[in-house]
């Protein structure tokens, strides 16, 4: 029989070098990072992601030592519980991140279950896994990104105001469309819907098929136009529409990407705002600091603003085209205990939710009643104590451990908390955490 394990124990975990993070010590992965001891930061190196799980690609340790989280887990299922060790042998349903972003992502969406089983049977060197990948993302630092497709309306008078995309779109479908998006006002219930989705089916794949010559002609030619009016009047207002084509396109010049902004939301988040993103929704990551939490999944569908393979024909067939207006797809949480220290993120899907835990003094003290799954925690700022309860004879013993700034630590399922703050600045904790469909209310006081 395997030694008890702790209820509470400290991971060690993979940050990932990826062009697009932010360099050395100004990315809050390399900082996360530093907090274990083997980590030594580059200050000529991009860092752009911290991984948090079982994941392949990125697994992570048990503190100062080779044993991986999965192997632990796959050894004491009532870590996990009977329901998640029998479903993922070991793995957890969920990859926690931190994402630091100097540098657009790609203009991507994740496909739905179906869909990611289709490509991983007949595109496996691509797509790297059968699983789905809805992921939510909460803002550390101030965030941008694209979300989703714009109202049809405001999609319609972009070809109005921007000569450069009307031209590469073609006189034709420009005016099919606006024409489609007029006629499906006129058209009640979901038979309207459907029209005005299909009419901004049509003119998206146009535009992202459209010749690579074309493509470059007319971004030439806005980018010029754009350059020009900044150098005649003074640079353009920070995150106008301008100022931001003229930064991504300085990116990745000549990318057909850039005509994404005129469908996409364009977002900017404070911190403790989040996005959830579901199967089939274009996006695309811009800058700043995020925790993000995704299905254990590895799979992305790409179109542009990469270098990377572009699969454009599944992208634009596997789109919803549900448009929203850019407030609505930003999120905040919901206080889950009477202290008023923790928020829940609480998104439309089995495979996690995430708490937010900020005390802003020393001795704050909060209580997390702890999920019947398994839970990750990582503290994004200041010092304090984790401290696990027993209420039974048959409970592990109390364990309590000390939590700074990038620390990681896993919960074992059923494992009431505590976090009191030890440092001036108190203490920010975020927990994922997986429970059971039917038990997600359990965490409302």
């Not at 050395?24 to 000529?44: C, I, K, L, Q, W």
């Not at 010049?253 to 977002?267: A, R, T």
């Not at 949480?333 to 937010?356: A, K, N, Q, R, W």
Request: net charge negative; proline share 6%.
């Amino acid at each position: 029989m395997s030694a008890p394990v702790p209820p509470i124990f400290r991971l060690d975990c993979k940050a990932q070098s990826y062009d697009w993070g932010k360099i050395g010590s100004t990315s809050e992965v390399a900082r996360f990072a530093s907090s274990s001891p083997a980590f030594t930061v580059d200050n000529n190196k991009p860092y752009a992601e911290f991984w948090m799980g079982t994941h392949p690609n990125g697994p992570s340790t048990v503190h100062q030592s080779n044993k991986s989280l999965e192997s632990v887990l796959a050894a004491h299922p009532k870590l996990v519980t009977p329901y998640f060790h029998e479903r993922l042998h070991g793995h957890l349903p969920f990859l926690f991140k931190v994402l630091s972003i100097g540098k657009a992502l790609s203009i991507q969406a994740h496909p739905d279950k179906e869909l990611a089983q289709r490509l991983f049977k007949d595109y496996p060197d691509i797509y790297k896994d059968p699983n789905h990948k809805p992921e939510m993302a909460i803002a550390l630092t101030e965030f941008e990104a694209l979300c989703g497709f714009k109202p049809l309306d405001e999609i319609a008078h972009a070809l109005d105001q921007w000569p450069e995309l009307w031209a590469l779109v073609g006189d034709k479908e420009a005016q099919e469309f606006q024409e489609a998006v007029q006629h499906s006002k006129t058209v009640e219930g979901v038979k309207g819907i459907k029209e005005g989705r299909q009419a901004l089916r049509n003119l998206f794949k146009a535009v992202m098929t459209s010749e690579t010559s074309k493509v470059h002609t007319e971004l030439d030619r806005l980018i010029h136009r754009l350059e020009s009016t900044a150098a005649n009047n003074g640079p353009f207002k920070a995150q106008s529409q301008e100022d931001v084509l003229l930064r991504i396109h300085s990116q990745f010049p000549g990318d057909i990407g850039v005509f994404c902004f005129f469908f996409l939301n364009y977002v900017v988040l404070q911190p403790g705002q989040a996005i959830f993103l579901a199967a089939n929704e274009p996006h695309a990551y811009l800058s700043g600091d995020c925790v993000e939490c995704m299905a254990a999944s590895d799979n992305v569908v790409r179109a542009g603003l990469t270098p990377k393979f572009k699969d454009v024909e599944v992208l634009t067939q596997m789109l919803t085209y549900h448009t929203m207006a850019s407030a609505d797809q930003i999120l905040t949480g919901v206080l889950c205990t009477p202290t008023g220290h923790s928020l829940m993120y609480d998104p439309p899907i089995e495979e996690f939710s995430v708490i937010l835990t900020t005390m802003g003094h020393t001795s704050e003290r909060e209580r997390l009643r702890g999920a019947d799954g398994p839970s990750v925690v990582i503290v994004t700022s200041g010092r304090g104590i984790l401290r696990s309860e027993k209420h039974h004879e048959t409970d592990p013993e109390v364990v309590e451990v000390v939590a700074e700034t990038g620390n990681v630590f896993f919960v074992g399922a059923n494992t009431p908390f505590s976090v009191e703050a030890t440092s001036e600045e108190g203490i920010t904790i975020y927990t994922a955490f997986a429970t059971k469909p039917h038990k997600k209310d359990h965490f409302h006081h």
